[in-house]
Every structure is written in C-alpha cells, then in structure tokens.
C-alpha cells in the first residue's frame, strides 16, 4: 500500500514536469516566432515605388531664334552731291517711290541747259544743212554729219536729264525706316546707302536643326511660337525653308514664315522659342519610361532597383534616352509592367527585403 502510494506521487511529478516542460518549450517557439517576425519586419527597407509604363513618346522639337524682317533694302544714292533734303526718319513708315531725299541739282541743271542749247543748235545745223544741199552748197556727207552730231546732242541731253532724275531718292519699298546712315548736308556718293528699309509685316525665323532631328521637319509645316513679349501668346508659323547643307556643327538652317499680328506686333530682333511636332509615324512613338528619381548612378552607367515577388530588390543595368520633364526614356534593360524603387534606395542593396509604403504605386 506504501509503496503504490509512492509510485502514484511519482507519476505526478512526472506528468508535472513533462507537462512544464511542454509548456516552456511551446512558449519557447511562439517567442522564436515573434523575434523572427520582429527581425523581418526590421530588416525590410521602407521604399516607394512605381510602375514601368509606356507613353507616347514627346518627339517636338524645342529650338530658339530670333524674328527677321521677311524683306529688307538700301536706300541707294545713284548720283553724287550734297544731300540738301531728307524726309525720313528711323521708325517711321513709309510707301514703295515715297521721295526720301534730295540731291543738291545745281551742276546737273547747269550741265542740263547747256546740253539743250547744244541739241538746239545742233538741229538748226541739221535744217540749214538740208536747205544747202538742195541749194547743191553742201555734200550729201555733210549733212548725214550734222544728223550724226544732233544724235549725239540727243543722247547727251538724255543722260544728263537721267542724272537729273537721280538727285530724288525714292523709297523702293512699302516698310518701315530701320537704319538712317547720312544726315542732311553730307555728301553722297553713287551706291552709297542712306537708310535702310525693313518690311515686318511678315517676319522669319532662322533655327539650327540637328542633323538627328531633321527628318522631323518638312516644308509647309506648321509649328508654334511663343515670345517672352507675350508668354501667353501662341503664334502659328510655317516652315519656307530647310538648308540643303548642314553646317559645321551638323546642323541645318530651317527657314520659319510668320505673319505679323497687328494685335500682337513682332519687331525684327525679338527672341522666339520654336515646337515643331513631326508628322507621319514619329508624332505617335512609344516608349517605355520611368521616374527620373528611380534612376541611380550616372546617366552613362544608370541602374535602377526593381521589385521582385518575394519583395526584395534586385540592381539592373539599363539604358536611358531622352528626359521628359520627371521621367526619363528606357531603352532597354525593362519590361512594361515592371516595379521599379524610386525612393529609399541609398539603404538597399541586392536581395534586400524591402517594405513598399503605400498600396498606391507612385
């Protein structure tokens, strides 16, 4: 009986202690649990993402020049002499044969009178001559000399007359007066110019196209402008001209027409932005594009972390083309769909686990 008794207790504490121990080891495995899912929780980096997408691919080119008068003339002297009168001044209008100047005609009208009376004599000889030969006092000869010689008095009363017609200076366009280069008084001589006249009520562009981008332009094709004169302003241009030959810098001279609004005037000068947007296949391009952000390293050598289903991250080569504002052109290296870090890379490192902040991808 004792000795049952003594067998019976130890039963209990075994079963005790098993019981403890089963207990301690289960409390043991929950706390391991929640320290492994502590220690995953910690090392997984905090990042943002965003999706691999693909986009029309903006092809416009963005290029500068300055507005040129679409017509622009001298105002020759044709004849030497003080300028005794000038009627223009720089700005102001005025119309195609408008008198702008005056050469002093003083000699010119001297050489004028002189060379009349001298084709008036030279035809009374002529009449004299013709009555003598019927009179049988003169040759036949004689008379074809004094013909001759009132053709010459002719001639000379002809170029005298035209050098006469050259001391008024006439305007040989419609504009507006950019340059005034004498003054009333000084002398001009044959070719020289006294003023330039500028036609603005149309105007050209001159822009410099890269060799890469000039495909992108055609003739007759219409592109925007803007000015810092009016920022809010969009002109409407044409393109006149595209240079056969590319410079030595590789570019070309595309040649813009503009009409000149009388509500937004444009002076010869000014400085425009131009967009020409292509035609044809290359308006509607594709391409694949990321944040600029997601893009570490160098543009030469660019890497970017993607997301991989387990998530962690995993480093890749790539290469970029073109920047659009925030994005930036991947060429190759990505598959559309795909996620890619755009913060929160500085703490990351290949197979790293990583946290995404938001559900949202960016």
Do not use: C, W
Not at 309 to 316: E, G, M
């Amino acid at each position: 009986m004792k000795i049952g008794k003594i067998i019976l207790t130890t039963l209990i504490v075994l079963a005790l202690a098993a019981f403890a121990t089963a207990k301690l080891y289960n409390n043991k495995k929950i706390i391991d649990e929640k320290a492994a899912q502590r220690e995953v929780l910690v090392s997984s980096i905090p990042v943002r993402v965003a999706l691999v997408e693909k986009i029309i691919k903006d092809n416009s080119l963005n290029l500068t020049g300055s507005f040129e008068a679409r017509k622009e003339l001298g105002i020759i002297a044709e004849t030497q002499g003080r300028l005794t009168n000038l009627y223009l001044d720089e700005g102001s209008t005025i119309r195609k044969g408008q008198i702008v100047a005056k050469v002093d005609d003083t000699g010119i009208q001297s050489q004028l009178a002189t060379a009349e009376a001298s084709l008036s004599k030279a035809e009374k000889d002529v009449e004299r001559f013709e009555r003598l030969l019927k009179a049988g006092a003169v040759s036949q000869l004689q008379l074809e000399e004094m013909k001759l010689n009132k053709q010459n008095m002719e001639t000379n009363v002809t170029a005298v007359e035209q050098q006469l017609k050259y001391t008024v200076i006439n305007s040989p366009m419609t504009g507006t007066v950019k340059e005034v280069k004498v003054e009333e008084g000084s002398f001009a001589t044959p070719g020289a110019i006294i003023a330039t006249v500028v036609d603005i009520s149309s105007l050209k562009m001159v822009v410099k196209v890269p060799e890469v981008d000039i495909i992108k332009v055609e003739k007759g094709q219409a592109v925007e402008i803007q000015t810092e004169v009016y920022p809010d302003k969009i002109f409407t241009g044409h393109v006149n001209l595209i240079s056969v030959q590319a410079d030595q810098g590789r570019k070309f001279d595309v040649e813009i027409d503009l009409p000149n609004n009388a509500s937004f005037p444009l002076k010869a000068g000014m400085y425009g932005s131009v967009k020409i947007q292509p035609t044809g296949p290359q308006s509607n391009e594709e391409s694949l594009y990321v944040p600029r952000n997601a893009v570490i390293g160098s543009i030469k050598d660019a890497k970017v972390y993607i997301v991989l289903a387990d998530d962690t991250v995993s480093l890749k080569s790539i290469e970029v083309g073109d920047e659009d504002n925030d994005k930036i052109e991947v060429l190759s290296g990505l598959n559309e769909g795909e996620t890619v870090v755009t913060t929160g890379q500085i703490n990351l490192s290949e197979g790293k686990s990583i946290k995404i902040l938001s559900d949202k991808i960016l």
